[in-house]
Nanobody, 122 residues
């Protein structure tokens, strides 16, 4: 199995930036699609971004496209999410996820981190 631990969340003002990290252990990154989901209070967990094993395939949710950048370091086994131009609507718990398939889905992706809180507020 894969154990995922997120970090880097915090409180930032609108327009600010945060960089989330997800460290994987228990298994290498090999062959795993990695990505980020987020969940705000009272809302369902939603897709944010993913990156394929070779980093040549990336996809972003429309609401974050152009503001967020996903990347991975397959040597250090770390997934990143650089978040710029943050807005209050980005406030949520952000979860790292991994899947041996070439896509991620809330209902079937097997590996999840514990989440890290991101709060965007003045």
């Amino acid at each position: 199995q894969v154990h995922l631990v997120e970090s880097g969340g915090g409180l930032v003002q609108p327009g600010g930036s945060l960089r989330l990290s997800c460290v994987a252990s228990g298994r290498t990154f090999s062959g795993l699609t990695m990505g980020w989901f987020r969940q705000a209070p009272g809302k369902e967990r939603e897709f944010v971004a993913y990156v394929g094993w070779r980093a040549g395939r990336k996809r972003y949710e429309d609401s974050v496209n152009g503001r967020f950048t996903i990347s991975r370091d397959n040597v250090k086994n770390v997934l990143y999410l650089q978040m710029n131009s943050l807005i209050p609507e980005d406030t949520a718990v952000y979860y790292c996820a991994a899947d041996p398939r070439d896509y991620l889905a809330v209902g079937s992706t097997p590996y999840w981190g514990q989440g890290t809180q991101v709060t965007v507020s003045s």
